[in-house]
């Protein structure tokens, strides 16, 4: 019998039994080992509040904390989310994880460089 996935689906190679979870969406039991799990990190402060809590605060670099929060879907809330995509059988089978984009602090948008700006190419 041919195996659509190497792990089955699963990360729990070796233990007989993982424990359920509930879905953070819909609240469906899966196994612990095959929900997929993310973390969304707020503020805990929203942003129109943070400024009034900067300038009434007594500390002049004190950073509010952040919110932590584990999120833990079954398979059909994460694709149909988008926390996950469906994947062609050949890309199933790269195993290292997406390059990751982070926004560069420095940068301007609209900057030099970007879509409309002194270097643009002109059609």
């Known amino acids: 019998m041919t195996k659509k996935r ?3 689906g ?3 190679h070796g233990r007989g ?4 979870i509930r879905c953070s969406n819909c609240a469906r039991c899966v196994p612990k080992d095959k ?6 990190v707020r503020n805990m402060v929203e942003a ?3 400024r009034d809590m900067r300038d009434a605060s007594v500390f002049d670099s004190y950073t509010l904390p952040k919110l932590y929060m ?4 079954c398979c059909s809330c994460a694709i149909h989310s988008r926390v996950v ?3 062609s059988v050949t890309n199933r089978k790269i195993r290292e994880p997406p390059p990751r984009f982070r926004p560069r602090t420095g940068d301007k948008p ?3 460089g970007g879509a409309g700006g002194p270097g643009a190419a002109k059609k």
């Open 6 to 8: 190497r792990n089955g």
């Open 10 to 12: 699963r990360n729990k």
């Open 17 to 20: 039994h993982t424990p359920a």
């Open 35 to 40: 929900a997929i799990k993310r973390f969304q």
């Open 48 to 50: 129109g509040c943070q």
């Open 70 to 73: 584990k999120l833990q879907y």
């Open 85 to 87: 995509r469906v994947r």
């Open 110 to 112: 609209g900057g030099a």
